[in-house]
T-cell receptor, first 115, second 114 residues
Framework: AQSVTQLGSHVSVSEGALVLLRCNYS??????LFWYVQYPNQGLQLLLK??????LVKGINGFEAEFKKSETSFHLTKPSAHMSDAAEYFC?????????????FGRGTSLIVHP | DGGITQSPKYLFRKEGQNVTLSCEQN?????MYWYRQDPGQGLRLIYY???????QKGDIAEGYSVSREKKESFPLTVTSAQKNPTAFYLC?????????????FGPGTRLLVL
């Protein structure tokens, strides 16, 4: 069975500082991995996804994530936080054929950006 | 513009009442999903549909029902059997179900109990 753990329900950074949001997954077969962002009272939108091409994935708004199989991780980073990055971030995993192909979401991490 | 619409934005339910949340997409996607979002619990899958006239239960289907009579529509009914319905409900679609497919989400419906 697949699962996702997001470490830290809240992460607080200063504007201009590095953003690091952690995601660890569990999967019985090679996974597909996603990061979505949710602004208050809105739906989710895709930031980036890993589908087995390059292990370093670049997404929108300057975010990127690195797939590390040995660590079963897919952490999201951004070199310099902007006030507009304040939102809820969700990591999700789905599996290739043979596994559970409907995505499972983590509990989310709320990113707070201080001026 | 293609996308997913959900209505209403806010919905109030009285004790013992069934209510229906609307979800429509014009992306020509085969798969559609309903999620429930509660603070600190992430998204939990209620039902999903891979194709018209077919749907499967998700992790928390009890107290909910769905139909998929048209490709573009996937309404969710919250029945009186759902004892704790207050939550934010999100509808999503993807080209096909799961795997590496990106899910596209609607803006959500917030359900409150009177």
């Amino acid at each position: 069975a697949q699962s996702v753990t997001q470490l830290g329900s809240h992460v607080s950074v200063s504007e201009g500082a590095l953003v690091l949001l952690r995601c660890n997954y569990s999967s019985s077969v090679p996974p597909y991995l996603f990061w979505y962002v949710q602004y208050p009272n809105q739906g989710l939108q895709l930031l980036l996804k890993y589908t087995s091409a390059a292990t370093l994935v670049k997404g929108i708004n300057g975010f990127e994530a690195e797939f590390k199989k040995s660590e079963t991780s897919f952490h999201l980073t951004k070199p310099s936080a902007h006030m507009s990055d304040a939102a809820e971030y969700f990591c999700a995993v789905s599996e290739r054929p043979g596994g559970s192909y409907i995505p499972t979401f983590g509990r989310g991490t709320s990113l707070i950006v201080h001026p | 513009d293609g996308g997913i619409t959900q209505s209403p934005k806010y919905l109030f339910r009285k004790e013992g009442q069934n209510v229906t949340l609307s979800c429509e997409q014009n992306l020509n996607h085969d798969a559609m999903y309903w999620y429930r979002q509660d603070p600190g619990q992430g998204l939990r899958l209620i039902y999903y549909s891979q194709i018209v006239n077919d749907f499967q239960k998700g992790d928390i289907a009890e107290g909910y029902s769905v139909s998929r009579e048209k490709k573009e529509s996937f309404p969710l009914t919250v029945t009186s059997a759902q004892k704790n319905p207050t939550a934010f409900y999100l509808c999503a679609s993807s080209k096909v179900a799961g795997g590496q497919e990106t899910q596209y989400f609607g803006p959500g419906t917030r359900l409150l109990v009177l």
